[in-house]
């Protein structure tokens, strides 16, 4: 079980009040990832959630109960640090071991469950190593092996592949993700990356200077989002956000246009010059200079179409998939 | 220029350096040694020629040779603990944020200024003296009648004072030591449940060992040649003579110049048997 509501919550450093109040409720067994800008207090949020933090105000419940006084390791929740915070001096063993006997766990049960967690996580042959003779991905594999064997309420992680490599990352992303299917227990995951949530979440929370701007499904987010931040936010490449005319005509101040959504054609509304034609082979992203309507506006075209710097192009947009927002940057429907 | 010029250019240009060196420390070295094979009295005959083994012999089977190594022993141990134990813990208590931490952590690195000589008696006439000093006025204050430290408890007193001198050199090494462990280390324990003291013990203590090997190390070094502390305060009197004082009365207050040499030899074996052992120690903590 691991349900974890957050009731009015706030956090201020002295003067800085750097959560506003905030509610928010993680349902058992989720994959809720916090995804905001750096220092939009995500990762102070996670940290209240794990009782590193004390709350100014307002109250965490862990199922039910109110946890907002009950110290770290009583909370039954695991975390999983961006440095991974192994103990250099012990082996793997002894890492994954040391929760377990701080918690005075039987010998038996701990060599049970560390045979288990190392099994899974593929790092049986590594056991009686110390973390400094790991790789980037083993260590954190470690880390999330001393998560494991508490067997917690809820695993936290605080942007946990932001220390790996590209295709590590990629690798890890997968694994967690199996691992949640696999456990099927409440997870929170901070990231700074919106490919990371979009790819792992049950829900994200989109977070910016402490404010919550949307919490939904990564579909809902990238169909419908609910103002101007977090239409730029979600998505790769960034939305196409275009003010005047072109706004005005669809009774809006600002419309987005996501460059998925603008085709080239033959001869279409809009047209312009290529500037950089970045060409990944499955697709390519064209940024398009002079269209008279934002200084760039960035497409995504199939990875054949044969443009170059400075070839003249004429755009498309899918009328149906306009976003369109209002003076406050909030949406119109 | 090639690399190997460049190479025999820069030894060319070492060498008056190392020359100098290797002088200043191989000159008194080979004297020690010759005169160790001396008898030499200056105020008795001056060099009286060869005394084979002798010298050896007598200082070994004198009466004050075991104790005098049983002290220095004692005040080394018993200075290491001391030093290492409240540096510990005075390292812990400085690395917390608190108001006026640049002053308070330039105050605990004072006494290491002090020069031994001042320092043995600030505190021989300060603090231990029976009838004017601080503690003896802090004993009367409770009612119990004060102590003659450098009578009474002379060992005990050389430690304190040595002690104190040294303490503000481990707290330094220690806490930057302290200072450079990792947050989320801790948080991480926290969070796995390990109380505060199990964090030291478990997180802290073993991140700090190779800080305390390192004090280690160096104060024994340089404890094991103590000599101004025991000269301003006992004199070497009621059994604090240490392997170095033995050596200073042999040659000066005996004026028998062979003799002290010869303890001199005993010492740089002493001093070497203890560098080796340490070097083994601190290699292994430092290997990890």
Known sequence: MGQITLEQVTKSFGDVQVIPPLDLTIEDGEFCVFVGPSGCGKSTLLRLIAGLEDISSGAIRIDGT?????????????????????????????????????????????????????????????????????????????????AIVREPAAFLFDEPLSNLDAALRVGMRMEIGELHAKLKTTMIYVTHDQVEA???????????????????????????????????????????????????????????????????????????????????????????HDTGLAETVTVRATGEVGLRHGDRVSLAPREDLIHRFDAQGLRID | MATQHSRSAARLMMAPAVILLLGWMLVPLTMTLWFSFRRYLPLRGGDLGWAGFDNFTRFVTSSAFWPSVQTTLVIVGGVLVITIVLGVLLALLLDQPMWGQGIVRILVIAPFFVMPTVSALVWKNMFMDPTNGLLAHLWRFFGAD????????????????????????????????????????????????????????????????????????????????????????????????????????????????????????????????????????VGKNLDR
């Open chain 1, 66 to 146: 109110d946890a907002s006084s009950t110290p770290p390791a009583r909370r039954g929740l695991a975390m999983v640090f961006q440095s991974y915070a192994l103990y250099p001096h012990m082996s793997v063993r002894r890492n994954i071991a040391f929760p377990m006997k701080m918690a005075g766990v039987p010998k038996a049960e701990q060599d049970k469950r560390i045979e288990a967690a190392a099994k899974a996580l593929n790092l049986t042959d590594y056991l009686d190593r110390r973390p400094g003779q790991l790789s980037g991905g083993q260590r954190q594999r470690v880390a999330i092996g001393r």
């Open chain 1, 198 to 288: 979009m790819t792992m979440a049950d829900k994200i929370v989109v977070l910016r200077a402490g404010n919550i701007e949307q919490v939904g499904s990564p579909l809902e987010l990238y169909r419908s989002p609910r103002n101007l931040f977090v239409a730029g936010f979600i998505g790769s490449p960034k939305m196409n956000l275009l003010e005047g005319e072109v706004a005005a005509a669809q009774n809006a101040h600002t419309i987005g246009i996501r460059p998925e959504h603008i085709d080239v054609v033959d001869s279409g509304p809009w047209s312009g010059t290529v500037g950089v034609a970045e060409h990944l082979g499955s697709d390519t992203f064209l940024h398009v």
């Open chain 2, 146 to 281: 004060p102590i003659a430290w450098l009578s009474e408890v002379p060992t005990t007193s050389i430690v304190m004072i040595v002690s104190w001198q040294w303490l503000p050199f481990a707290t330094l090494i220690l806490l930057t030591a302290v200072q450079s462990l990792d947050r989320e280390q801790l948080e991480a324990a926290e969070m796995d449940g390990a109380s505060p003291l199990s964090r030291f013990t478990y997180i802290i203590l073993p991140h700090l060992g190779r800080a305390i090997t390192i004090v280690l190390l160096i104060q024994t070094i340089f404890l094991l040649s103590i000599f101004a502390e025991i000269f301003v305060t006992t004199g070497g009197a009621f059994g604090t003579r240490t392997l170095t004082y033995l050596i200073f009365q042999r040659v000066l207050e005996s004026q028998n110049v062979g003799l002290g040499s010869a303890g001199g030899v005993y010492a740089i074996i002493l001093a070497n048997i203890v560098a080796i052992f340490l070097m083994r120690i």
